[in-house]
């Protein structure tokens, strides 16, 4: 079955240190990818996303993720956190044959001042 | 351009009643989503609308639920005899090529 796998439920780091966070997807072929963040209160942005071509995609507000096929990974990195980017963020794949997203459960990020 | 939409912001009802939601996408998407977040979850596909074609109904929990969606305009997401495990935040996405935009959502407690 299509799943996105999001392994790590809540992550804190410190302002100004970088920022991996994981996601795993398990799809016949590769999925189109996508990476949101939902602040407090609020709706689902999108950061980034990747359907093909060079697999390291840039995004809004900083953010950065890299499709590797060999892994069926796309992580979503940051070089230097701010506090403003405490958030949940969740991964999601859309598969050629279907027209949903398939979300991860979430990653909550936490940043210490 | 304005963004997707969602009235009300939030909602309180009485365990029982019926409560209507209600979705404005963007304008010229011509497919609309709607999903459900309960706390501490990820999102949960409810229904799917494109264009003039039937409406994917798969992720619908119970007969409780139903949407509508005029033209390719505002959708509404009805529950019926709302009932305490209905308590989630309820996001509607218009979506245009592969990306989905979503709304702010509806926070619905029923107690």
């Known amino acids: 079955a299509q799943s996105v796998t999001q392994p790590d439920i809540h992550i804190t780091v410190s302002e100004g240190a970088s920022l991996e966070l994981r996601c795993n997807y398990s799809y016949g072929a590769t999925p189109y990818l996508f990476w949101y963040v939902q602040s407090p209160g609020q709706g689902l942005q999108l950061l980034l996303k990747y359907f093909s071509g060079d697999t390291l995609v840039q995004g809004i507000k900083g953010f950065e993720a890299e499709f590797k096929r060999s892994q069926s990974s796309f992580n979503l990195r940051k070089p230097s956190v701010h506090w403003s980017d405490a958030a949940e963020y969740f991964c999601a794949a859309l598969g050629d044959a279907t027209n949903k997203l398939i979300f991860g459960t979430g990653t909550l990020l936490a940043v210490q001042p | 351009g304005a963004g997707v939409s969602q009235s009300p912001s939030n909602k309180v009802t009485e365990k029982g009643k019926d409560v209507e939601l209600r979705c404005d996408p963007i304008?010229?998407?011509?497919?609309l989503y709607w999903y459900r977040q309960r706390l501490g979850q990820g999102l949960e596909f409810l229904i799917y609308?494109?264009?003039?074609?039937?409406?994917?109904k798969s992720g619908l929990p119970s007969d409780r639920f139903s949407a509508e969606r005029t033209g390719e305009s505002v959708s509404t997401l009805t529950i019926q005899r709302t009932q305490q495990e209905d308590s989630a935040v309820y996001l509607c996405?218009?979506?245009?090529?592969?990306?989905?935009?979503f709304g702010p959502g509806t926070r619905l407690l029923v107690l």
């Open positions: 996405a218009s979506r245009t090529r592969e990306t989905q935009y």
């Open positions: 304008s010229g998407h011509t497919a």
């Open positions: 609308f494109q264009g003039n074609s039937a409406p994917d």
